[in-house]
Nanobody
Framework: QVQLVESGGELVQPGGSLKLSCVASGFDFRSNAMSWVRQAPGKRFEWVSSIGVYESDTGYVNSVKGRFTISRDNTKNTVYLEMKSLKSEDTAVYYC?????????RGQGTQVTVSS
């Protein structure tokens, strides 16, 4: 069965950095685009970033461009989201998802809290 297990979220101060990981299993990882989406309290799911089958094919929501970097390691069935210069508005539960966008199967999420 499909499993997506996110990790790496924690409490961090504004301006800090985190690297999230998502280990996938149960499907052909290398043949699928992967995404990170987030949901802040009381808000809808927001697409953050996606990476295609080829690592050079990436996309980001404008609010994280230049601060977040998505990558993948097909040998480990893992997708990453490196986050720098974190802001309070980045506080949310972050989920990885199969495919490009918010609609794909998601994991259980990892909490990122940006606060001093």
């Amino acid at each position: 069965q499909v499993q997506l297990v996110e990790s790496g979220g924690e409490l961090v101060q504004p301006g800090g950095s985190l690297k999230l990981s998502c280990v996938a299993s149960g499907f052909d990882f290398r043949s699928n685009a992967m995404s990170w989406v987030r949901q802040a309290p009381g808000k809808r799911f927001e697409w953050v970033s996606s990476i295609g089958v080829y690592e050079s094919d990436t996309g980001y929501v404008n609010s994280v461009k230049g601060r977040f970097t998505i990558s993948r390691d097909n040998t480990k069935n893992t997708v990453y989201l490196e986050m720098k210069s974190l802001k309070s508005e980045d506080t949310a539960v972050y989920y990885c998802a199969i495919g490009w966008g918010v609609a794909g199967t998601r994991g259980q999420g990892t909490q990122v809290t940006v606060s001093s």
